[in-house]
C-alpha cells in the first residue's frame, strides 16, 4: 500500500501543474478558486522564508477583516478558521481569531461546530482564559440528541477542558458510561482519563465505573480504560494486583486472535492493544514473584506470535536489556554487534557503545574504551560527550588495566570532555590519585607516571588544553612533582609560569597553578622564576591573583613554617589549626583599649550603611547584596592585605593553608560537605528490568541476527577476519567460565582502584572547617571579638544541636500564640476541607443522615475531650470529614505537636453492625516520614462507636504543597471488603513551630546562615502598620517575635525538626521588605511563598 | 506520551503540526526548524529513531512527505513507528490514494482524524473502520 502512497505523493508536482482536481471521492474537494485554495496555492508556491511573511501576514489582516465582519456567513467561518490553523502552523500568530473558534463550535452546524472545536483544541491551551466561554457550548452538546454533537463534546473535553468546571460536565459523562453507542462510551472513558490526568480527586468516586468499563463487552472501551489503569497502577501497583488476572485473560484473548478481524493490524492482532497491557503486567509484576506467575504463559504465548519487523538500534537496546541479565548472550552476536560499530548511522553506533559499555571487563576493557575514544574524537554534541566521558571514566577507574593505560586514558577523557565533563571526574581522579590505594608502591607508581605524563604534555607547544584539565595537571604536579627526585623544580615551575602568563588560562586556573607554585616553592625556594612570578603578580590586577602572590612572598620569608605548612604529600591529612585565632586576643585587646571601633562582621556594616541611607532608594544597594550573604566574608580584596601589615607571620602562615587548602579541596566538596560520589550505574539500573514488551521484540531479534551471523560465516574475507579478531578482543571474558562477575552490580566488581573510605570522613569534616576558617581569616584584619565569630561559626555546623537545646529551654508556643489558636485553625481548617469544599462542618449535616449526624457530633466531643487531654497544651484543628459512604464516616484533624504533627483520623460507624478488621493505611509519601503511633490497629469497631488511627508526620524537607493520600479498608459482617480512599493536604505550615530566641542569638544566627531570600511585598494600607503585619505574621506563620526596633522587625520559626529559619522584616510605606535566612536552601522560599500568601490574602 | 506529531515536505515546509504539550507558538518553529534538521537529511540506510534532546524522535517518509513524532522516554519506538503508518493507511483509504495536496486542502479533515486516534498523547483507536467512522457520517450529512 505505502507503495501507492509513494507514487502518488511523487506524481504530486505535475498533478499541481495541470492544476486539475486530484484524489478520490472525498478528495480535493476545495476548489481553486477558493480561499483556502489560494492560500495552499500560495504557500506551495513559495520560495522564501520572505515571501511566506509576506503572505501570511497579508492573509492575517484578510482573515481579521472577515471574520469580525457581520455578513460572514458560518460556512465562511469555518473555512476561515482552517486558514487560520495554517497561519498558526507556520508560526504566526492568530490570537484574534480564537473567539471566532469557540463561537463557531457554539453555534455551527455539524462540519462546521466540529471545525470550531477542531480550532480551540488546536488554538487554545489549558489555561487559557476564553476556554471557560466553551463550557456552555460543551455542556449543551453533551445533553443533545445527535450522537455526533455528543461525540465531539466528548473528544473536546478529552483533549483540553478547565479544571475548575470539571463538575459542571462530570454527571453528564458518568451517565454516557452506560450509553448504548460503544464509541459514547468510548469517548466518555477518555474523557474520565482526561480528568483524572488533570484532576484526579475528582475522580476518585467512580473508580468502580473504571472496573465496568475494563469488562465492557466493547474492545474499544476496554482498551481506553486501560489508559486509565496504566496511571492508576503506576502510581500505586499494589492496589491493583487482584486485576492481574483480568488483565492477563484479556491479553490471552487479544493473543489468540478472539478480536474481531478489523482490529488486526497486518495480521497482528490489536499490536498497540498488546502493548499497553504488557506495560500493565509489566508494572503490576515488578518485584511480585506471585504476581509475575501468573503472567508467564501468557507472556510466553505473546512471544511466540510476535511478528513485529525490527530496527536494529531496537534490536541493540533489547539486547542490552538482555546483556544485564546474561552478558554470555552478547557472544551469539558478537558479528552484528561489530557490524553495528562501523555503521555509518552515529546513533546505531552509540546504541552499540552502550551495549559494549555493560559488557566491558577487565580483559576487553582496553579495545572498548579504544572504540569509545575513537567515537568521541568524531562526536561534536555535548550531550554526547558529556555522557560518553562519563562512562569511559567509569570503566578506567574500574577496571584499568595498569597506570600508563589509566593515566593516558584519564589524559584523553580531560582533553575532549575538557570543560563540559561532569565536575565529578576529576575531583574524583583527584582523590584517586591522593587517597591512593592498598599498595603504598604502586600509589607512588601511578603518581609518578602522572606527573610525566603531565610534564610532557606541558612541552608541546601552541596545544590548548582544557580549563580543567590544566587545573588537573597543576595539583598533580604540585602534591606530586617531588616523586621525581630532582634537585629543583625549576623546570616544571618554567611551564607553570607560561601557563600563567597565557591570556587564554581562565582566572580560576590561575589559581590552582599558582597554588601548585606555591607547593613546589616550598621544596626549593631559590628560584628566579618565582620571584619573576611574585613580582609579576604583587601588581596584578585581579586581586585574588595579588592576594596569592603576597602569600608566597611572605612565606618565603620563612622557610621553616612554609615547610610545616605545605608538607610533602599530606593532602590527605588532616591539619591541627587554631581556629578561634585566640593568639590575636593579645593583639585585639590591646587595639580596642587604644579605642578602636568593634569589629563588625561584614553584611552588619552594610546594613548600617542602609539604614543611614533609608531616606533614598535602597533597592539597588540590597539587591547587590542579597544575593550572597558570604561575599563580604569570602572576598579576599583589600581585607587580607591589610592583615599582611601586621606582620605576624604565624597568622599569614595560617591564611596561606587556608587559601591553599580552598584551591585543592573547593572542588571536590561543596558547599554542603563531601558529595560521595555516586555509583555511576544507578541511573543505567532503574531501567534494567526489561520490559515485557521489549522481548517480545527481542525474540525475532535475535532470530535475524542468527541469521545474519549464518551468512557471514559464508561470506568470510580478509576484512572479516579483522573484525572477527576484533570481535575475540571484545567479547573475551564473557564466557560462563568467566572469572568477572555480571554486569550491572557495581558493587560487586571488583574496583582496580579501591578507596579507602575512611580518609573521606575526615576529610569532609576537614573541608567544613577549612571553609570556616577562611572566613576568619579574611576578618582578622579588623579588630573584633573574634570568639564571638567562631562561636557562630561553629555553630553553623552545630545547628541541630544548639537548637535543639534551643528549643527544650524554651516551649515552643508561648501564651501569646496559643491566644491566637482559633485564626490558626482557620487557616489550617480550609486547608483540610479544601478538597471536597462540600465537607466544612456547616453543611456537615446536609449530607449526613440524621441520626448519625447526631452520633458523630456527640462522638466529635467526646472524641475531642480525650484527644484533649493530650492535645491540650497543642493546637489542634477542626475536625473535617475526608470521605464517607453510608457505613463509616472518616474524619481526620491535625494537632500541631512541638515536635511533629499529629494526624488523627477517626472512623465513626454509623452502621448498627460491627465492622471486622478495620485498617487504615497512608500511602507513603515522598518528602513526608509517617508514624504510625502503637495501638492503631483496629480488629473491631462496634456498632455506632468511634475509633481514632493517630500517626505523626515529620517532613523530610521544605515545600510547598504537599498531600497525604491513603484508604481505609474494613468488612462487614459477612460481606466483602470495601475500600474507601481519602487524602488530606498538609501546608508547609503544619510543621513550622515558633522559635523562641533571644536578640543576641538571632543576631548570631543570623550571621551563620548562608541561604537568604530577600523581597518587598506591597500591603493595603490597614497592613502597612508594623503592629498588625507583625501580628498576621505571628499568628499566620506561627513566628516568634523575637524583638521590634522601630519599624523593623526580628521573627524566628524552625521547620520540625530543627531547621531554623529568621526572618527580618522592615515596614517602608506600604511596602514590607521581608528578608529570610535559614540554614537550609530552600525554606526561605518556600516560607517567603507562605508569608505572601498569607499577606495578600488578609 | 507522543508530544507532538509533524508532517513536514521535503522543503522542510510544515504540512501538520499537532502539540500534546503546550508550546507556545514562536518556540514551534524553532522545535520544527531544529527537528527537521536532525531528520529531514537521513537516508533509508539509517534508523528510524533519533535521541532528541531529553526525548525521542521516530520519523517515517513517504515519499516527499516526512512524518516525525516526538516521543517520551517511555514510549516504544516501534509501536509509534508503525502507528504512523497506519494513520497514513487510514488517510489512504479516507483520500482513496493520499496525495499531499489531499493533505494541504483538509488540513481539517486529517486533524479529525488524528484526533480520533491520538488523544492527550495516547494512542487510543487504531481500527481503521472506527477510526473514520465519524468524519464519513459528518461528511454524509453535511453533504445531505
Given at each position: 500500500?505505502?507503495d501507492?502512497?509513494?507514487k ?8 499541481f ?31 522564501s ?14 482573515l ?33 481569531g ?48 445527535n ?23 462530570l ?9 448504548s ?9 477518555l ?27 466493547d474492545v474499544?472501551v ?60 509489566g508494572?503490576?509484576?515488578?518485584d511480585?514473584?506471585r504476581t ?11 512471544l ?32 552484528t ?39 568521541l ?19 578506567a ?15 584523553a ?39 610525566q ?13 582544557p ?73 596584578s ?5 595579588r ?20 608538607p ?9 589549626v ?9 593583639f ?33 544597594y ?5 544575593s ?9 580584596a583589600g581585607i ?15 591564611k ?5 587548602k ?6 571536590l566538596?561543596g ?33 535475524t ?17 579483522e573484525?572477527?579478531l576484533?570481535a ?6 564473557l ?10 552490580k ?6 582496580k ?19 570556616n ?16 565569630d ?6 553553623q ?12 529551654n524554651s516551649?515552643?508556643l ?74 463509616i ?26 465492622l471486622?478488621?478495620?485498617d487504615?493505611?497512608?500511602?507513603p ?7 504510625e ?84 511585598i ?16 505571628q499568628?499566620k ?16 520559626c524552625?521547620?520540625?525538626?530543627s531547621?531554623p529559619?529568621?526572618?527580618?522584616f ?31 490574602g488578609? | ?20 504539550e ?5 518556540k ?27 526525548f525521542?524522535l ?20 516501534m ?19 493520499v ?28 481500527n481503521?473502520a ?15
Amino acid at each position: 500500500m505505502s507503495d501507492i502512497v509513494e507514487k502518488t505523493l511523487t506524481a504530486l508536482p505535475g498533478l499541481f501543474l495541470q492544476n486539475q482536481s486530484v484524489g478520490g471521492p472525498a478528495g480535493v474537494k476545495a476548489s481553486f478558486s477558493s480561499r483556502l485554495g489560494g492560500l495552499v496555492r500560495g504557500i506551495t508556491a513559495l520560495t522564501s522564508k520572505h515571501e511566506e511573511e509576506k503572505l501570511i501576514q497579508q492573509e492575517l489582516s484578510n482573515l481579521k477583516a472577515t471574520v469580525s465582519a457581520p455578513a460572514t456567513t458560518l460556512k465562511m467561518m469555518k473555512e476561515c478558521m482552517v486558514r487560520l490553523i495554517y497561519c498558526e502552523m507556520l508560526g504566526y500568530d492568530a490570537s484574534f481569531g480564537y473567539i471566532h473558534a469557540i463561537k463557531l463550535a457554539q453555534q455551527g452546524n455539524l462540519l462546521e461546530k466540529r471545525v470550531g472545536y477542531l480550532a480551540v483544541s488546536l488554538f487554545l491551551h489549558e489555561n487559557h482564559e476564553l476556554l471557560l466561554l466553551l463550557v456552555n457550548t460543551v455542556v449543551k452538546d453533551l445533553q443533545s440528541t445527535n450522537l455526533v454533537e455528543v461525540c465531539m463534546a466528548l473528544t473536546i473535553v478529552s483533549q483540553i477542558f478547565p479544571r475548575e468546571m470539571i463538575p459542571a460536565v462530570l454527571p453528564l459523562i458518568e451517565d454516557k458510561l452506560q450509553h448504548s453507542k460503544e464509541i459514547i462510551r468510548r469517548k466518555a472513558v477518555l474523557a474520565l482519563y482526561k480528568f483524572h490526568l488533570i484532576a484526579p480527586n475528582q475522580v476518585q468516586h467512580i473508580h468502580i465505573k473504571f472496573r465496568k468499563a475494563l469488562c465492557d463487552r466493547d474492545v474499544g472501551v476496554m482498551a481506553a480504560s486501560l489508559h486509565i489503569y496504566f496511571r492508576m497502577i503506576k502510581e500505586n501497583p499494589s492496589g491493583y494486583k487482584d486485576l492481574t488476572g483480568s488483565f492477563v485473560t484479556i491479553l490471552k484473548q487479544v493473543v489468540g486472535g478472539k478480536l474481531p478481524v478489523d482490529f488486526n493490524y497486518h495480521s497482528v492482532p490489536a499490536p498497540w492493544l498488546q502493548i499497553q497491557l504488557l506495560r500493565i503486567l509489566g508494572l503490576l509484576g515488578k518485584d511480585d514473584q506471585r504476581t509475575s506467575e501468573l503472567m508467564y504463559d501468557v507472556l510466553d504465548e505473546s512471544l511466540r506470535r510476535a511478528e513485529l519487523n525490527h530496527n536494529v538500534t531496537y534490536g541493540l537496546k533489547a539486547l542490552t536489556y538482555v546483556i544485564q541479565q546474561d552478558p554470555t548472550l552478547a557472544l551469539q552476536h558478537q558479528m552484528t554487534i561489530i557490524e553495528c560499530l562501523d555503521h555509518p548511522d552515529p546513533i546505531i553506533k552509540r546504541e552499540t557503545l552502550e551495549l559494549l559499555y555493560r559488557i566491558t571487563n577487565a580483559q576487553n576493557i582496553t579495545v572498548i574504551v579504544q572504540k569509545m575514544l575513537e567515537y568521541l574524537h568524531q562526536s561534536k554534541e555535548e550531550y554526547i560527550i558529556v555522557n560518553l566521558v562519563g562512562k569511559i571514566a567509569e570503566l578506567a577507574e574500574k577496571y584499568a588495566p595498569d597506570n600508563a593505560w589509566f593515566i593516558q586514558t584519564m589524559n584523553a577523557v580531560f582533553s575532549v570532555g575538557g570543560d563540559v565533563m561532569h565536575p565529578d571526574i576529576p575531583n574524583n581522579f583527584m582523590r584517586l590519585l591522593a587517597e591512593g590505594f592498598d599498595d603504598e608502591t604502586e600509589d607512588q607508581q601511578l603518581r609518578l607516571y602522572a606527573v610525566q605524563s603531565y610534564l610532557t604534555l606541558l612541552d608541546v607547544e601552541n596545544v590548548f588544553y582544557p580549563q580543567k584539565f590544566l587545573q588537573v595537571m597543576s595539583w598533580v604536579l604540585g602534591e606530586y612533582y617531588y616523586l621525581l627526585d630532582k634537585d629543583t623544580p625549576e623546570e616544571v615551575l618554567t611551564k607553570l609560569y607560561k601557563l600563567l602568563m597565557n591570556a587564554s588560562v581562565s582566572s580560576e586556573t590561575k589559581a590552582w597553578l599558582i597554588a601548585a607554585v606555591t607547593k613546589l616553592t616550598s621544596q626549593a625556594h631559590s628560584s628566579n622564576i618565582v620571584e619573576r612570578l611574585i613580582q609579576e603578580f604583587t601588581i596584578s590586577l585581579d586581586t585574588c591573583m595579588r592576594q596569592h602572590a603576597f602569600e608566597l612572598k611572605h612565606l618565603r620569608e620563612n622557610v621553616e613554617l612554609m615547610k610545616s605548612l605545605l608538607p610533602v604529600d599530606k593532602s590527605c591529612e588532616d591539619m591541627v589549626v587554631d581556629a578561634s585565632l585566640s593568639f590575636l586576643d593579645g593583639f585585639v585587646a590591646e587595639e580596642l583599649s587604644q579605642g578602636a571601633a568593634p569589629y563588625k562582621p561584614h553584611h552588619q556594616r552594610q546594613e548600617e550603611k542602609l539604614s543611614q541611607e533609608k531616606v533614598l532608594n535602597f533597592e539597588p544597594y540590597g539587591l547587590s547584596f542579597s544575593s550572597s550573604g558570604f561575599t563580604g566574608r569570602q572576598s579576599p580584596a583589600g581585607i587580607s592585605l591589610g592583615s599582611d601589615i601586621s606582620g605576624n607571620s604565624a597568622e599569614t602562615g595560617l591564611k596561606e593553608t587556608n587559601g591553599l587548602k580552598l584551591e585543592g579541596i573547593k572542588k571536590l566538596w561543596g558547599k554542603e560537605g563531601y558529595l560521595p560520589k555516586k555509583e555511576g550505574k544507578t541511573g543505567d539500573e532503574t531501567e534494567a528490568p526489561p520490559v515485557p514488551q521489549e522481548s517480545i521484540i527481542m525474540e525475532t531479534v535475535d532470530q535475524t541476527l542468527i541469521k545474519k551471523d549464518q551468512c557471514q560465516v559464508l561470506t568470510q574475507s580478509k576484512e572479516e577476519k579483522e573484525k572477527q579478531l576484533l570481535a575475540s578482543s571484545l567479547f573475551v571474558g564473557l564466557g560462563s567460565e568467566s572469572t568477572v562477575n555480571l554486569l550491572g552490580k557495581a558493587d560487586t566488581v571488583s574496583h582496580k582502584f579501591r578507596r579507602k573510605s575512611k580518609i573521606k570522613e575526615t576529610k569532609s569534616g576537614e573541608t567544613t572547617s577549612a571553609h570556616n576558617r577562611t572566613c576568619f581569616h579574611f576578618s582578622s584584619s579588623s579588630n573584633a571579638t573574634y570568639e564571638d565569630d567562631y562561636y557562630l561559626d561553629t555553630l553553623q555546623d552545630r545547628g541541630d544541636k544548639e537548637l535543639n537545646k534551643l528549643s527544650l529551654n524554651s516551649g515552643l508556643l508561648d501564651s501569646e500564640s496559643l491566644t491566637e489558636l482559633p485564626s490558626v485553625e482557620k487557616l489550617s481548617s480550609c486547608k483540610l476541607s479544601s478538597s471536597p469544599s462540600l465537607f466544612t462542618d456547616n453543611s456537615m449535616e446536609g449530607f449526613q443522615p440524621s441520626q448519625s449526624t447526631a452520633l458523630s457530633v456527640a462522638n466529635e466531643t467526646s472524641l475531642a475531650a480525650s484527644l484533649l487531654e493530650e492535645t491540650s497544651e497543642h493546637m489542634h484543628s477542626d475536625l473535617v470529614e475526608v470521605c464517607h459512604n453510608e457505613t463509616i464516616s472518616l474524619s481526620s484533624f491535625k494537632i500541631w505537636k512541638d515536635d511533629c504533627l499529629f494526624m488523627v483520623w477517626s472512623v465513626s460507624n454509623k452502621s448498627g453492625l460491627e465492622l471486622e478488621s478495620a485498617d487504615l493505611e497512608i500511602a507513603p509519601a515522598e518528602n513526608f516520614k509517617i508514624t504510625e503511633q502503637p495501638g492503631c490497629r483496629l480488629p473491631i469497631i462496634e456498632a455506632e462507636s468511634i475509633k481514632t488511627f493517630q500517626y505523626s508526620v515529620q517532613v523530610e524537607k521544605p515545600f510547598t504543597e504537599g498531600n497525604l493520600s491513603g484508604f481505609i479498608n474494613y468488612q462487614m459482617m459477612d460481606t466483602h471488603s470495601v475500600q474507601l480512599e481519602f487524602s488530606v493536604n498538609l501546608s508547609l505550615l503544619d510543621f513550622i513551630r515558633p522559635l523562641k530566641i533571644s536578640t543576641e542569638n538571632f543576631g548570631k544566627l543570623w550571621l551563620s546562615f548562608a541561604n537568604d531570600v530577600k523581597q518587598n511585598i506591597k500591603v493595603s494600607e490597614s497592613q502597612a502598620a508594623l503592629p498588625s503585619a507583625l501580628k498576621t505574621l505571628q499568628q499566620k506563620l506561627r513566628l516568634h517575635v523575637v524583638e521590634i526596633i522601630g519599624n523593623e522587625g526580628l521573627l524566628a520559626c524552625q521547620l520540625l525538626p530543627s531547621i531554623p529559619c529568621l526572618l527580618h522584616f522592615r515596614v517602608h510605606g506600604d511596602v514590607l521588605a521581608l528578608w529570610f535566612r535559614s540554614s537550609c536552601s530552600t525554606l526561605p522560599d518556600c516560607l517567603l511563598y507562605q508569608c505572601q500568601k498569607v499577606m495578600e490574602g488578609s | 506520551m507522543i508530544k507532538f506529531f509533524l508532517m513536514v515536505n521535503k522543503q522542510g515546509q510544515t504540512r501538520l503540526a499537532k502539540y500534546y504539550e503546550h508550546v507556545e507558538i514562536n518556540k514551534r518553529t524553532v522545535l520544527e526548524t531544529e527537528v527537521l534538521k536532525s531528520c529531514l537529511f537521513r537516508s533509508n540506510e539509517q534508523c528510524s529513531f533519533i535521541e532528541f534532546k531529553d526525548f525521542k524522535l521516530v520519523c517515517r517518509r513517504y515519499a516527499a512527505l516526512l512524518i516525525v513524532v516526538g516521543v517520551n522516554d517511555t514510549e516504544n519506538e516501534m509501536a509509534i513507528y508503525e502507528f504512523i503508518h497506519n494513520f497514513v493507511e487510514v488517510l489512504d483509504e479516507y483520500f482513496s490514494r493520499v496525495t499531499e495536496l489531499d493533505i494541504m486542502f483538509n488540513l481539517d479533515k486529517v486533524h479529525i482524524i488524528l484526533d480520533e486516534m491520538v488523544l492527550n498523547g495516547c494512542i487510543v483507536e487504531t481500527n481503521r473502520a472506527r477510526i473514520l467512522a465519524p468524519l464519513l457520517i459528518l461528511d454524509k450529512m453535511s453533504e445531505s
